[in-house]
């Protein structure tokens, strides 16, 4: 598959402004490099700007380590150390300038951290991709869900959401994914063995890309900084999740030809986007 002229050819006017600004809010005290991550599968994925909100007592860890090119913004958290409900106002006052938004990576299912995704899914008219904590948080209230939102679950996740088991979601993995996206009108990534995208006007892609090394931590985080990048250079939501998805698996196939499955890891399939890229272009 060849990925868009949108994606591939840029002005020589160009500024960085022109592909977006991307705001990740993840992390945690214990699940920080989720963050890291999600913010590097961004900014690898051609964003023009990335920010990460993350829990103010991690800040100056992650400064170590995070991209030289993402910028931080240290939000107040709970006492676990993971996103309050009081980091709504600096949050809020940041979104004019934003393009997409990304929300759930390391979280976790704090009380607090849970209100603020949702009272931030009720009220963002932007573009924001939810994964991971940010998933869990929303079982219950799927009401909240809206046009503009892409959803990523993994089967677990999935099923969490729908309040049935994994197994009822591997079964019917295309009709769960098409109902799903229809009823709540949005477009839906199900993770796993052939992922499926899908959105409420009946499109549906398969993807044939990936591999089993793939299964590893921060996977999906990279898969998400990746959706949102497309989606900050313009693409639709379906579009961006598409190729997002597609690029995702041969970066992973071409991390595991030179790591083995075995040893892949989430950072190696980084690291081979820039290859993956020239490798559809």
Known sequence: MRLPTQLLRRSLKSNKGD??????????RRFSGAAVLCSLGAIRSGA???TLGIPESINSS??????????????????GGSLSLKAHKEINSLLKKITVVVIGPGLTQDRSTGGLVRKLAAEINKPMVIDADGLNALAGRLDLLRANNILTPHPGEMARLLGISVKKVQEKRIEIARKFAKDYGIVLVLKGYETIVSDYSGNLYINKTGNPGMATAGSGDVLTGMIAAFLSQGLSAFKAAKYAVYLHGVAGDLAAEEKTQISLIASDIIDKIPEAIKKCS
Request: hydrophobic share 50%; no cysteine; charged share 15%.
């Open 19 to 28: 592909f977006g600004h991307v705001l990740i809010l993840a992390g945690s």
């Open 48 to 50: 023009g700007l990335v």
């Open 62 to 79: 992650l400064i170590k380590v995070k991209p030289l090119e993402v910028m931080t913004l240290p939000l107040p958290e709970t006492s």
